[in-house]
């Protein structure tokens, strides 16, 4: 290319010329230009408004002249002559006849021969071009838009580019179109329609920003828009308008959402799920409450509460099929599926869990795909099948951090270190820790199923012959997790609680007594394979302490759980603990 240019930039000057040849292939490509004649000059400026690729009907259409002027034919056919631009086969724009410039360094050389007046009337002309035209992408046309001075038009083409990244699971160009409609709606002239675009684009920017972003910044973004859509209702005495009411529930969904994904269930998530849920109900909208009453069921789901967590989901499930929504379907049976797991049918919910992940990755969701291979992780680590619970997640947490989705990255990185740990693979568990720490840090401390983890973390102590330490961490998260009713954390720290406390020799009746509490929550929400860990460790612990025969009910109650789950790692755990040594 740049030998081509400084042949003709030579060949194309008079032999008596005194002119400098230019310093840049730019300056060359814009001196030719130059020696173009009018037409030529004015068509290949025109071109270059819309980017590497172009449409004659464009250039006709920026130039102010008929879409099919036989002088635009003729000046890009010089062009074409000219070796400048090159006439494509294919065109994205129907019957338009599609042009591209040959290299871009063109397409910068004529671009920069434009004024500021030039590109703003021209990126004007070229978005209405394109919008007549049918252009699909509507980012394109919102950024011609924009460079075009024209903001009220740009930003419902940015959120309608949202949307569709969104759809097809481009979660980073999403965020970027949210957040370009959010910047241009923050500045633009006070209306209702620009008010309730504003708002709609903040809560729009959080969806795809609850694995990335912090809770704080989140937060920041539905405040704004609470308020956007609540300054009306209070500033009127007339009845509140609908679409300020959907919007507002919609904040108040995604406040219980960031909340959730920031690890704080009870005291916020839950506040902001049920004012959203009462509030998609006062104006009927079957959307919006299917919605609301899956993230209900979700959070029962990470709380251990499988059967009221179900009867959410199932409900949801049915609005959403009516509403022919399979992206939250997809969602909703993936949860379905771990809440078979946790009432003791492992196999029957793995498969579902990977059947709505297959689909998920047909339809290239990450974020789903995402809650699959958490799922199904956690429901390995239920069968004790701690192999599969470290392929399902091994370095996706590393995957996720390189993306930008910092929460997901601290819950995969989570699940990766309790497998290894239980693999007794101490040093990488120690190394994924290091990574965890760190990112953790990042979002402040917390993020979904975090007391899972510590709990995860007090029983991996335990494993590694450190009770004292494994006492001391499950005290912990019994103190946080009882009062927040976290039942799948507060269960397993109640069995390290009583087998750590054998381990360093105190009472056997004390110790029990902690067994025997995580038993009996366990049992009160049906979390069957959790009843089946604990028995195992009650089964240890007194084989532990020379009861061989009192052990020996704990470790068939802890096999005839997992045989009838159909867990076979867990049945041979518990076989191999029950066969005398």
Same mark, same amino acid.
């Given at each position: 290319?740049?030998?081509?240019e400084?042949?003709?930039?030579?060949?194309?000057?008079?032999?008596?010329?005194?002119?400098?040849?230019?310093?840049?292939?730019?300056?060359?490509?814009?001196?030719?230009?130059?020696?173009?004649?009018?037409?030529?000059?004015?068509?290949?400026?025109?071109?270059?408004?819309?980017?590497?690729?172009?449409?004659?009907?464009?250039?006709?259409?920026?130039?102010?002249?008929?879409?099919?002027?036989p002088?635009?034919t003729?000046?890009?056919?010089?062009?074409?002559?000219?070796?400048i631009?090159?006439?494509?086969?294919?065109?994205?724009?129907?019957?338009?006849?599609?042009?591209?410039?040959?290299?871009?360094?063109?397409?910068?050389?004529?671009?920069?021969?434009?004024?500021?007046?030039?590109?703003?009337?021209?990126?004007?002309?070229?978005?209405?071009?394109?919008?007549?035209?049918?252009?699909?992408?509507?980012?394109?046309?919102?950024?011609?838009?924009?460079?075009?001075?024209?903001?009220?038009?740009?930003?419902?083409?940015?959120?309608?580019?949202?949307?569709?990244?969104?759809?097809?699971?481009?979660?980073?160009?999403?965020?970027?179109h949210?957040?370009a %409609? !959010?910047?241009? =709606?923050? $500045? #633009? +002239? *006070?209306? &209702? @329609? /620009?008010?309730?675009l504003?708002?709609?684009?903040?809560?729009?920017?959080?969806?795809?920003?609850?694995?990335?972003?912090?809770?704080?910044?989140?937060?920041e973004?539905l405040? %704004? !828009?609470?308020? =956007?859509? $609540? #300054? +009306? *209702?209070? &500033? @009127? /005495?007339?009845?509140?308008?609908?679409?300020?009411?959907r919007?507002?529930?919609?904040?108040?969904?995604?406040?219980?959402?960031?909340?959730?994904?920031?690890?704080?269930y009870?005291?916020l998530?839950?506040?902001?799920?049920?004012? *959203?849920?009462?509030? /998609?109900?006062?104006?009927?909208?079957p959307?919006?409450?299917?919605?609301?009453?899956?993230?209900?069921?979700?959070?029962?789901?990470?709380?251990?509460?499988?059967?009221?967590?179900?009867?959410?989901?199932?409900?949801?499930?049915?609005?959403?099929?009516?509403?022919?929504?399979?992206?939250?379907?997809?969602?909703?049976?993936?949860?379905?599926?771990?809440?078979?797991?946790?009432?003791?049918h492992?196999?029957?919910?793995?498969?579902?869990?990977?059947?709505?992940?297959?689909?998920?990755?047909?339809?290239?969701?990450?974020?789903?795909?995402?809650?699959?291979?958490?799922?199904?992780?956690?429901?390995?680590?239920?069968?004790?099948?701690?192999?599969?619970?470290?392929?399902?997640?091994?370095?996706?947490?590393?995957?996720?951090?390189?993306?930008?989705?910092?929460?997901?990255?601290?819950?995969?990185?989570?699940?990766?270190?309790?497998?290894h740990?239980h693999?007794?693979?101490?040093?990488?568990?120690?190394?994924?820790?290091?990574?965890?720490?760190?990112?953790?840090?990042?979002?402040?401390?917390?993020?979904?199923?975090?007391?899972?983890?510590?709990?995860?973390?007090?029983?991996?102590?335990?494993?590694?012959?450190?009770?004292?330490?494994?006492?001391?961490?499950?005290?912990?998260?019994?103190?946080?997790?009882?009062?927040?009713?976290?039942?799948?954390?507060?269960?397993?720290?109640?069995?390290?609680?009583?087998?750590?406390?054998?381990?360093?020799?105190?009472?056997?009746?004390?110790?029990?007594?902690?067994?025997?509490?995580?038993?009996?929550?366990?049992?009160?929400?049906?979390?069957?394979?959790?009843?089946?860990?604990?028995?195992?460790?009650?089964?240890?612990t007194?084989?532990?302490?020379?009861?061989?025969?009192?052990?020996?009910?704990?470790?068939?109650?802890?096999?005839?759980?997992?045989?009838?789950?159909?867990?076979?790692?867990?049945?041979?755990?518990?076989?191999?603990?029950?066969?005398?040594?």
């Amino acid at each position: 290319m740049i030998l081509e240019e400084l042949i003709r930039s030579i060949a194309e000057q008079d032999s008596g010329s005194s002119k400098e040849m230019p310093e840049t292939v730019v300056a060359m490509l814009q001196a030719r230009i130059g020696r173009f004649d009018s037409g030529a000059r004015r068509a290949v400026r025109a071109a270059s408004v819309f980017g590497q690729t172009f449409w004659s009907g464009g250039v006709a259409a920026i130039l102010g002249l008929p879409k099919n002027a036989p002088a635009v034919t003729g000046w890009l056919a010089a062009l074409i002559d000219a070796e400048i631009i090159e006439r494509h086969a294919d065109s994205r724009l129907g019957e338009e006849q599609e042009y591209g410039f040959r290299h871009a360094l063109v397409q910068d050389a004529a671009y920069g021969l434009l004024t500021e007046s030039d590109l703003s009337t021209g990126h004007r002309l070229a978005g209405e071009f394109l919008e007549a035209e049918g252009e699909r992408d509507a980012a394109v046309i919102a950024e011609h838009y924009q460079r075009g001075g024209e903001p009220e038009r740009a930003a419902p083409l940015f959120l309608r580019a949202g949307d569709e990244a969104a759809r097809l699971g481009l979660i980073s160009a999403a965020r970027q179109h949210f957040a370009a %409609a !959010a910047t241009i =709606l923050g $500045s #633009a +002239p *006070a209306s &209702a @329609a /620009a008010r309730r675009l504003q708002a709609e684009a903040l809560i729009k920017q959080t969806g795809v920003s609850l694995f990335s972003d912090s809770r704080e910044k989140n937060l920041e973004r539905l405040v %704004a !828009a609470e308020a =956007l859509v $609540s #300054a +009306p *209702a209070q &500033a @009127a /005495a007339d009845a509140v308008d609908i679409t300020d009411t959907r919007l507002l529930a919609r904040a108040h969904y995604s406040m219980g959402r960031v909340n959730f994904y920031g690890g704080s269930y009870q005291e916020l998530a839950l506040f902001w799920y049920q004012q *959203a849920l009462t509030q /998609a109900q006062q104006i009927d909208d079957p959307e919006l409450t299917s919605v609301v009453a899956m993230a209900l069921g979700t959070m029962r789901s990470l709380q251990g509460q499988p059967r009221p967590a179900s009867q959410l989901l199932h409900r949801a499930l049915e609005l959403m099929s009516q509403l022919d929504n399979e992206l939250e379907m997809i969602r909703a049976s993936i949860w379905l599926g771990w809440n078979q797991v946790q009432v003791g049918h492992y196999r029957d919910g793995l498969r579902n869990i990977e059947e709505a992940e297959g689909r998920a990755r047909q339809l290239k969701q990450p974020l789903l795909i995402f809650a699959g291979q958490v799922l199904r992780a956690s429901s390995h680590r239920c069968a004790m099948n701690f192999s599969k619970m470290l392929a399902a997640v091994a370095n996706l947490g590393a995957a996720l951090a390189q993306q930008g989705e910092k929460v997901a990255a601290c819950t995969a990185l989570s699940l990766e270190e309790w497998a290894h740990g239980h693999l007794g693979q101490k040093e990488e568990a120690a190394a994924v820790r290091t990574r965890l720490l760190a990112l953790s840090e990042e979002v402040g401390g917390r993020y979904p199923a975090s007391d899972w983890f510590a709990a995860g973390r007090a029983e991996a102590a335990l494993r590694d012959g450190t009770p004292e330490v494994a006492l001391r961490l499950a005290q912990e998260v019994v103190e946080t997790s009882r009062p927040a009713s976290l039942f799948v954390s507060w269960v397993i720290a109640e069995r390290v609680w009583g087998a750590a406390l054998s381990r360093l020799g105190g009472a056997i009746e004390e110790s029990e007594a902690h067994l025997k509490e995580s038993l009996r929550i366990a049992s009160a929400e049906e979390l069957r394979l959790e009843m089946a860990h604990t028995e195992l460790w009650w089964g240890r612990t007194l084989h532990e302490r020379g009861a061989q025969e009192a052990a020996q009910p704990h470790f068939r109650s802890a096999l005839e759980i997992f045989e009838r789950a159909g867990c076979d790692e867990g049945m041979a755990q518990a076989q191999a603990a029950a066969t005398p040594r």
